[in-house]
Structure formats: C-alpha cells, structure tokens
C-alpha cells in the first residue's frame, strides 16, 4: 500500500461544478479538500480537485490539459477521473489521455448518479429513464450526446476495464465496496461515484463543522438555460437579500457572449462589500465569474445538496466569498432557494 487512502484522494474534472462535486462527499465525511482551477491548488488538504476546464475545449487541448495535469496527480493512491453524468464533452478522448498518464493497470467506469435520474442498466447510461443520447442532452447545442452504450466511450487501446450497471446509490456502494487492489485502478465516475468511492475510503464519518450563518446579502446567478435552473430562480422572488441575474430561458444563438455579459454583471456586483455569498448554476458560469475575480483555487465546506457543494475562496483583497454551485439540471424546484435559507442558517 503507497500510504493512507484516506489522505491521498485525488480528483480530475473537465469543468468546475464536477470537481467542486467530486470533493464534497469526502468532505461530507470529515475530510479536507482543496479545489485548483487549471491547475494543482497550494492549499493542502486530504483531497486535491483540479477542474481542468476542458469540457469547453477542443478535443486536441483537453487532451494536452488532461494528460499534463494526470501527471501532477498520478503519485495519489486514489486516482478519480470525473465525467459528466450525461456523457457530455471529450469523455473518450481524456479517458485515453488520462489512462495513459495515470500509470493505472484497469479503468473502472461507473457514471450512474441515480439521485438525480441518471441510471446505467445493461451499459446503457439513462436519464429519468431515456437513454441520454434520446434525451435533451442528445440535442444539446453544445455538448451534443451521440453515445448511450458506455463501450462506446472507451477508447480501444485501454484493454482491462470494467463497467459498472447501477440503479441505486446502494448498488453502486455495494460494488465499489468490494473492488480490490484500489490504487492499481482509474476510477471514471460521476457523483455517485464519488459518494461511493467516500464511502469507500473513510470509513469512521466525521461530520464537518457547521458554517456560521451570513447575515450579508447573496448573489445568485442562473447562467444554465435548463428549465430546472428557471424554475428554481423563480422560487427567489420573495426572498429578502437576494440579488438574481438570470440568462436567457431558451439558448442563445451566441451563448458565448451571454455568458460573459452575465458574468461580468456578477463580478461587478460582487466587488461591493455587500455580498458574503455567490450561488451560480452551470460550471461554465461559476468559471467565468471566477475569471474576472482572479480567484484560482478554493476549498470546499461542505454540501448543502447531493451534487450542490459548498465553497470559499478569498479574493484579491482579503474578503471572504462563500461559492455555491451546481450543474443546471440538478435538484429539486425549491433547491437554490434553500440553499440560500443553509447560508444564512436559517436552516442546517
């Protein structure tokens, strides 16, 4: 054994939502993460998360990102390589990079997240019952999903993987519980993956210490064009010291240049001192975002939801910001809502 599982946990994301969601059961546990945007944070913790932001890339820079970055991480004793629960982005072009770098003997691939409706059954990933590439997601104007069938995700040249079915959280425990020689395996997952793989590796749970409420104002903002987000947003509107900013409800022909103008609208905002706390739906808007306020790294709190991570960075002038994201699609109607109500702990 290369040293204690339990303190040598490292994630590799292609966006921030899925980094930020990687870290967060492990935290949910006791343990300690950091989170690095392009690159490996200097914050030192049990847990290192890199968001190598190539979900937004080309395939040829995810690749070079993936591999660069596999290579900094390598020497962990857990290696967890994210991928979209809906099989959004370059999944078989940095499964490949990643294998390579990783000095890993197999590849376990498990995206199921049934929490939030995403089930494999028979190496068909699904969502709420559709396969993915039937979906919406199928029709996504810019991660399109072309591939239901895993094996179709899984580059030739890696000989020695396993895929995981799972239609319950349980299953997909019990399985990975029982997996031997961990460290000679890339684990690909989504966050039921990293739910399982906690449970896995802590075993005696050590609750985080609960954040003390803010009494500061909070920023939320919808970038994602999911229906899912709107509805949520909505739930926002007699809510007291909350500010909204809210893109397009149907997608934009440019969507590259509402996203900055959001973005961009947020940072100024949150250059005041009014606001102790930013909610951001979509990993590329919580990206974006960050951009402009130079913010490279932060670590990770707690969850306020199963796939809604808590975090908090400092910004250039010493303040403290609270981060609260998650993918656009998640949660239930009232869920942004009471994540404002765990902020302020009105709520625990």
């Given amino acids: 054994m290369r040293t204690n599982h339990q303190n040598n946990i490292a994630i590799l994301a292609d966006d921030l939502t899925s980094a930020a969601d990687g870290a967060a059961p492990f935290v949910a546990r006791g343990l300690s993460a950091s989170i690095g945007r392009g690159q490996l944070p200097c914050l030192a913790a049990a847990v290192?998360?890199?968001?190598?932001?190539?979900?937004?890339?080309?395939?040829?820079?995810?690749?070079?990102?993936?591999?660069?970055?596999?290579?900094?991480?390598?020497?962990?004793?857990?290696?967890?390589?994210?991928?979209?629960?809906t099989l959004r982005g370059h999944?078989?072009?940095?499964?490949?990079?990643?294998?390579?770098?990783?000095?890993?003997?197999?590849?376990?691939?498990?995206?199921?997240?049934?929490?939030?409706?995403?089930?494999?059954?028979?190496?068909?990933?699904?969502?709420?019952?559709?396969?993915?590439?039937?979906?919406?997601?199928?029709?996504?104007p810019v991660h399109p999903v072309r591939h239901s069938a895993l094996v179709d995700l899984v580059p030739n040249c890696i000989k020695?993987?396993?895929?995981?079915?799972?239609?319950?959280?349980?299953?997909?425990?019990?399985?990975?519980?029982?997996?031997?020689?961990?460290?000679s395996i890339l684990w690909v997952g989504s966050p039921g993956m990293a739910a399982a793989l906690s449970r896995r590796f802590v075993h005696a749970k050590?609750?985080?210490?609960?954040?003390?409420g803010i009494s500061s104002d909070v920023l939320v903002v919808i970038g994602s064009a999911n229906p899912?987000?709107?509805?949520q947003a909505d739930q926002l509107k007699e809510v007291s010291g909350v500010m909204l900013l809210r893109g397009p409800k149907a997608r934009e022909r440019d969507s590259a240049t509402v996203l900055r103008r959001l973005a961009q609208d947020a940072a100024r905002e949150l250059q005041s001192s009014g606001f102790g706390a930013l909610i951001a739906t979509g990993g590329d808007t919580m990206d974006a975002i960050l951009d402009l306020l130079n913010v490279r790294e932060f670590e990770i709190l707690q969850e306020l939801d199963p796939g809604f991570p808590l975090g908090l960075a400092t910004l250039g002038d010493g303040r403290s910001l609270l981060l609260a994201m998650k993918a656009g699609g998640f949660g239930s109607d009232d869920a942004v809502k009471l994540a404002v109500a765990r902020i302020r702990g009105a709520i625990q």
């Fill in 48 to 85: 290192i998360a890199v968001d190598s932001g190539s979900r937004s890339a080309t395939a040829s820079r995810a690749i070079e990102r993936v591999a660069r970055l596999t290579a900094r991480l390598a020497s962990r004793a857990v290696l967890y390589k994210t991928v979209d629960s």
């Fill in 228 to 231: 899912r987000s709107h509805r």
């Fill in 91 to 140: 999944v078989a072009e940095e499964l490949e990079a990643c294998f390579a770098a990783s000095g890993r003997k197999s590849l376990l691939f498990a995206p199921a997240f049934p929490q939030a409706g995403r089930t494999t059954v028979r190496g068909i990933q699904f969502v709420n019952g559709i396969p993915v590439s039937e979906s919406a997601y199928g029709h996504d």
């Fill in 160 to 183: 020695n993987v396993r895929l995981l079915d799972a239609e319950t959280q349980e299953e997909l425990d019990s399985q990975i519980a029982s997996i031997e020689d961990p460290e």
């Fill in 206 to 212: 050590t609750l985080p210490p609960l954040i003390d």
